[in-house]
């Protein structure tokens, strides 16, 4: 077991607070690795060598000097019935033998700690990784299952995705702690542990589940993540899907469905089958829906489209009652009147028409869609590669 010098001069200076004396931290050669002697550090001991060979505690004085010791006693320290370091005390071996003992729990205690901390962060790590080839149509399956064996997870059976996103925030820019800590704690509560945060949405593979469950579930999911990101997460939930060569289509379907949320802010019709309109909009390429919308509104000044937006949205809402839709507008009936006869001329479609309502109504529509940003344009442009410890987006790694 190899100890990170970083975490061994942690060790070494948490000692420090409590114990007077120099402490000096080696690996199983017998080199210094930490010290709050940093002049030692680098150096050969040959005690520590001596202790990590015998597993025994060595004292070094004038009567038993070693090579590069200074006084005092170094003591093995043992995980798992082997000797992984050893930590030494200098000073007087009369006044630091007793300390011994006391360092060297201490420092099996810290280890153990920071062992558990790597463990759940090397799970975290992979986890992300296995979600992230979920979500490919086209991944390496033996990479796939080799980290739900390392996982000792069972990836057979039906799954549908869930993508949290939260409407113009850029996630890479928030604690990924904190929201991995408010993701991890949901998901586990309801049996859930696929899941992962992106730079650009939270990702979910849940199981099979009623809709009961699962509305409980996308709740608390938005409830636990608005707390982390400090503004409104809207969740998308894609069809279930049979087996995992084709969660992607979940997946795809779950960031389609995210996105309409967002755009509509409905976050009650969260799952792809209830998009109804929506599945039609979402499926129109961007150049046509440019050009429809470009067509309808053709010479218009995007102030004058907003104007005649409002005036037709009004309309809408109450079902063409011309009375009710200038009410709310605080206008006169015959200024209502007016303004969608202007609608009707400078777009050539009469709302109050009825093979020209839905043609006004689709560009309305299409223009708000086609305008609407639920990621910034920086996120849009990340990948969706694996994630590593390092940054978001690089190759699959993890940390030993």
Not at 110 to 132: D, H
Not at 144 to 161: H, I, Q, V
Not at 220 to 239: D, K, P
Not at 277 to 300: D, K, Y
Request: glycine share 8%; net charge negative.
């Amino acid at each position: 077991m190899t100890i990170d010098p970083a975490t061994a001069q942690t060790i070494v200076d948490n000692l420090k607070d409590v114990i007077e004396y120099n402490i000096n931290f080696f690996d199983t050669e017998g080199t210094m690795v930490a010290s709050t002697d940093a002049s030692r550090i680098g150096s050969f001991h040959g005690a520590a060598r001596q202790a990590a060979v015998d597993g025994q505690t060595v004292a070094v004085d004038r009567r038993h000097p070693y090579e590069g010791a200074q006084d005092g006693v170094n003591v093995p320290v043992v995980l798992n019935d082997a000797v992984v370091a050893v930590i030494g005390i200098t000073g007087p071996v009369n006044r630091v033998r007793d300390l011994g003992g006391i360092i060297e729990r201490m420092t099996g205690l810290m280890l153990c700690a920071n062992m558990e901390q790597i463990a759940r962060f090397n799970r975290r790590i992979m986890t992300s990784n296995l979600v992230n080839l979920l979500t490919l149509e086209h991944k390496d399956n033996e990479l796939m299952n080799a980290l739900a064996l390392a996982l000792d997870l069972d990836l057979s059976g039906p799954r549908l995705a869930l993508v949290g996103r939260a409407p113009g925030v850029r996630l890479e820019r928030l604690n990924q702690d904190r929201l991995y800590e408010k993701l991890c704690k949901t998901c586990l509560s309801f049996g859930v542990p696929l899941f992962a945060v992106s730079p650009r949405d939270f990702r979910v593979y849940a199981p099979q589940m009623g809709q009961a469950e699962l509305d409980d579930f996308v709740v608390a999911l938005r409830q636990a993540l608005a707390g982390a990101v400090g503004s409104q997460v809207v969740l998308g939930a894609g069809t279930i899907q049979a087996d995992p060569d084709q969660y992607w289509r979940s997946y795809r379907q779950a960031c389609i469905a995210a996105r309409w949320a967002g755009f509509t802010d409905n976050d009650q019709r969260y799952r792809y089958e209830q998009m109804g309109t929506g599945l039609l909009i979402t499926s129109m390429p961007t150049e046509q829906c440019q050009a429809f919308v470009e067509q309808v509104f053709a010479g218009l000044e995007p102030d004058r489209i907003e104007q005649f937006d409002r005036v037709f949205s009004v309309y809408t809402r109450h079902n063409g009652s011309i009375t009710h839709a200038a009410q709310e507008l605080f206008i006169h009936k015959n200024t209502m009147q007016n303004r969608l006869d202007a609608l009707a001329r400078e777009t050539g479609y009469n709302p109050r028409h009825l093979s020209d309502y839905p043609i006004l109504a689709a560009a309305f529509e299409l223009r708000k869609y086609l305008a609407y940003k639920d990621i910034p344009d920086e996120s849009a442009e990340l990948s969706d590669r694996p994630e590593t410890a390092d940054q978001p987006g690089g190759t699959i790694d993890s940390v030993s």
